[in-house]
T-cell receptor, first 115, second 108 residues
Framework: NAGVTQTPKFRILKIGQSMTLQCAQD?????MYWYRQDPGMGLKLIYY???????DKGEVPNGYNVSRSTTEDFPLRLELAAPSQTSVYFC??????????????FGPGTRLTVL | DAKTTQPTSMDCAEGRAANLPCNHS???????VYWYRQIHSQGPQYIIH???NNETNEMASLIITEDRKSSTLILPHATLRDTAVYYC?????????FGAGTTVTVRA
């Protein structure tokens, strides 16, 4: 299994540009998450999904959109990039089969710079 | 999430046990305690979780006090590759909240 994969690894955007960060998992996990991590800080949850067709906002959703048309894929869309969105973005997935057990598997991250 | 408090940083000698404390005095009865770590620039990695009983796996041991207000993650024989930020998390649901964690530096 490849686990959780993310593309691209690095990206530089100009202010106002748009892009989609791709995330895919091959573990048949039902839950998927997007986090961002600013330098020296912990991770903050942007959006999450509990299954195909179901998404919900996390702690910092403004400026982002997501969709979940399949179990495997959970893309994150930035519509109008701003310097404040410069960050490292991590995608994660988990299989909530048993109550209380939430082992999340993380991808390698996408490092985004907005200039 | 229950609020967790961890020391900002700690050093450990290679080959020795590393004991990482976490305070979670507001934890409720059905909230698990999770530990993750993040090695520089990588995505976080799950280490272990527990509810009431002490737990052990191939990576670490988790000791939870009887009143569940605090816990200790033990890395039995720290190596240089264990240098990382360690996060103690007590989520109320399936959404994890990562604070600043403890930066652990293992020194040769």
């Amino acid at each position: 299994n490849a686990g959780v994969t993310q593309t691209p690894k690095f990206r530089i955007l100009k202010i106002g540009q748009s892009m989609t960060l791709q995330c895919a998992q091959d573990m048949n996990h039902n839950y998927m998450y997007w986090y961002r991590q600013d330098p020296g800080m912990g991770l903050k949850l942007i959006y999450y999904s509990v299954g195909a067709g179901i998404t919900d906002k996390g702690e910092v959703p403004n400026g982002y959109n997501v969709s979940r048309s399949t179990t495997e894929d959970f893309p994150l869309r930035l519509e109008l990039a701003a310097p404040s969105q410069t960050s490292v973005y991590f995608c994660a997935s988990s299989n909530i089969a048993r109550l209380g057990v939430n082992e999340q598997f993380f991808g390698p991250g996408t490092r985004l710079t907005v200039l | 999430d229950a609020k967790t408090t961890q020391p900002t940083s700690m050093d450990c000698a290679e080959g020795r046990a590393a004991n990482l404390p976490c305070n979670h005095s507001t934890i409720s009865g059905n909230e698990y305690v999770y530990w993750y770590r993040q090695i520089h620039s990588q995505g976080p990695q799950y280490i272990i979780h527990g509810l009431k009983n002490n737990e052990t796996n191939e990576m670490a041991s988790l000791i939870i006090t009887e009143d569940r207000k605090s816990s200790t993650l033990i890395l039995p024989h720290a190596t240089l590759r264990d240098t990382a930020v360690y996060y103690c998390i007590a989520p109320r649901d399936y959404k994890l909240s990562f604070g600043a964690g403890t930066t652990v530096t293992v020194r040769a």
